[in-house]
């Protein structure tokens, strides 16, 4: 009934993982990508990764070599690993999917780093 259902979010300190889950369902079949966006306090909401059918993936600058996208095709599930949080990833962060262009997105999950 829910195409896109994100969880893991939650609290941790700076420095700290998390690592968020994204379970697809009833999507059309032809999609061919799929990422996470994110949208913190009073900006603009983000694509922060996606990845493809290809498995290339492609990243925001400010995230790259901390955050890991992956996807398990079997399970129909998106990850986004996150390491060494810092403050400025706290936001709402999104799954998404589409062909060529994400059009269909979760309803996110909030994430919060401490500092």
Known sequence: QVPLVESGGG???AG???KLSCAASGLPRNL???GWGRQAPGKQR???ATIITTGTTDYKDSVKGRF???RDNAANTVYLQMNNLTPEDTA???????????NYWGKGTLVTVSS
Do not use: D
């Not at 709402?92 to 994400?102: K, N």
């Open 11 to 13: 609290l941790v300190q």
């Open 46 to 48: 983000e694509t922060v």
């Open 92 to 102: 709402v962060y999104y799954c998404a999917a589409g062909r060529g262009l994400l």
């Open 16 to 18: 700290g993982s998390l």
């Open 32 to 34: 061919n990508v799929f």
């Open 68 to 70: 890991t996208i992956s």
